[in-house]
């Protein structure tokens, strides 16, 4: 299971992104809107593709197995490299503007490194409901005393 800074990060991302691109489609001409776009929607699918070979990666350690998440970095990092020089080279794109869209995963970290740093010691925040533990009534232990 990611952690619930990655997640965080992942959706701020997200959040930060589309503002981005409504911000740039409703004031900025074509080439610089698409450019936030195209930007901004690599380096979401970048984040979202690193995190899941993050969570398999350390996944598989913590379970003692060797895994073959280390290996999938090259591909992805060469997939990456060949997506940034498609879309710089081909679409009509500000690269400038693409540059800054793409960037928007700095800003996420630094918000969520913020909040991390200022959150009380011991204040536990879920990422999303499923990393809530269950509710509802438990059993009792055998070890209770009573």
Request: proline share 8%; glycine share 10%.
């Amino acid at each position: 299971m990611a952690s619930p800074s990655i997640r965080r990060i992942e959706r701020l991302n997200y959040g930060i992104g589309a503002i981005m691109i409504a911000a740039g489609a409703l004031t900025q001409p074509r080439a610089i809107a698409l450019g936030l776009a195209v930007g901004v929607g690599l380096t979401c699918l970048n984040f979202f593709v690193l995190r899941k070979l993050v969570v398999k990666w350390t996944g598989d350690a913590a379970a003692g197995r060797t895994g073959s998440a280390q290996l999938l970095m090259l591909p992805k990092m060469v997939g990456l490299m060949g997506a940034v020089a498609v879309a710089v080279l081909v679409l009509p794109i500000d690269v400038i503007a693409f540059t800054i869209g793409y960037s928007i995963f700095l800003i996420s970290i630094v918000v969520e490194t913020t909040y991390s740093a200022l959150r009380p010691p011991g204040d536990v925040v879920p990422a999303s409901p499923r990393d809530l533990p269950p509710s509802g009534p438990t059993e009792p232990s055998e070890h209770t005393h009573g």
